[in-house]
């Protein structure tokens, strides 16, 4: 066997060996990952639509209930809400979804001051999205935003030396057992959240390094808006509840709600601003400063719901008066 032949042959090997490591750990990241990984493969493959997608940060994820929602509404909902997610994160699920179902009927879309700021955070894990490169609107996000995903695409075994040790060790978590963080049931993209309430400690200090208008947080709401209207789906922008408006008081927080109210305002888009409903004084329905507690979830979807169901309502009204 010459030289260039045994150098061919060890890369084989050690492609193999690689691919096999790698799916090893993928099977065990999936384990641990048991609600996250499934709600991925919902909204970024082809598969049951909705009527109404609510899309957003974690105070998507942990604050809309669909089960709340569609009894009020008498729709079907549901909550793609994302942990961690800056507005190019939202903006590319929301991309991705479109692509591969039926449009929805309603997009409401939570601006959160924290996913403003995209310079601080671009993406909360983008290895969870190595499993979807098939999906054309998440490699070309991944391609324009991050980094060039084709050799990940193709040669799967190469994503492990994208995955730190925490990603790493989620695969040996998962055959180990451990799961990710869920306090209560999931259902249709909703986890229920901690039932604990607020102490008046280091939960109620606020995150103003995070508060920050930002280019790349407008340009990717904007975005998010036009694509809706575009496809002629009606959209809402929300502004969640928010424990005593502590955030807002950030140096910043007024500009950040100045470019959220400017941007639907020129877009001429509703803004659904919570930020003045009397939950925000009421203790017992926060976690932390930024997040409801199961019983405020519940107490909030039950306003959100409402508020939908006025909207279509009202839309209904407006298209009748027009035959």
């Known amino acids: 066997m010459n030289a260039f032949a045994k150098i061919g042959t060890i ?3 050690s492609a193999a060996l690689s691919q096999s490591l790698y799916v090893f750990i993928e099977k065990g990241r999936k384990k641990f990952f048991n609600t996250t990984m499934p709600r991925f493969d919902h909204l970024l493959n082809e598969g049951p639509s909705h009527d109404i997608l609510m899309i957003g940060s974690s105070r998507t994820y942990l604050h809309n209930d669909p089960r709340v929602i569609d009894s009020i509404t008498g729709m079907d909902s549901y909550n793609a809400g994302l942990q961690g997610a800056s507005m190019f994160e939202i903006n590319m699920v929301l991309d991705a979804y479109l692509a591969t179902h039926t449009q929805p009927k309603l997009v409401v879309l939570e601006a959160s001051m924290l996913s403003f700021n995209v310079d601080k955070s671009l993406m909360n894990n983008p290895t969870l999205y190595f499993t979807h490169l098939d999906n054309k609107e998440i490699r070309e996000n991944l391609n324009e935003n991050w980094k060039n995903t084709t050799m990940l695409k193709y040669l799967p075994f190469l994503r492990l030396t ?9 695969g040996f978590k998962g055959f180990a057992g451990e799961q990710e963080i869920i306090y209560g049931n999931v ?4 986890a229920e959240n901690d039932t604990a309430i607020i102490k008046d400690t280091v939960e109620t200090k606020n995150n103003c390094d995070w508060v920050k208008v930002t280019a790349k947080g407008k340009y990717f709401l904007d975005k998010m808006i036009r694509t809706c209207q575009e496809r002629k789906i009606p959209i809402v922008v929300t502004y969640a509840p928010e424990y005593k408006q502590l955030n807002y008081h950030c140096p910043g927080g007024d500009q950040v709600m100045d470019s959220f109210t400017n941007i639907c305002k020129e877009t001429g888009v509703p803004f659904w601003n919570y930020l003045h409903d009397p939950i925000c004084e009421e203790k017992k329905a ?3 400063i930024t997040h409801l507690n199961r019983y405020g979830a519940e107490k909030f979807s039950a306003t959100l719901g409402n508020d939908i169901k006025k909207f279509f ?3 209904n009204d407006t298209v009748a008066s027009f035959k």
Request: charged share 30%; hydrophobic share 25%.
């Open 162 to 170: 994208q995955y730190d040790d925490l990603n790493r060790s989620y």
């Open 11 to 13: 890369a084989l090997i």
């Open 286 to 288: 926060f976690l932390n």
């Open 187 to 190: 259902y249709k993209g909703y």
């Open 313 to 315: 309502e009202k839309r």
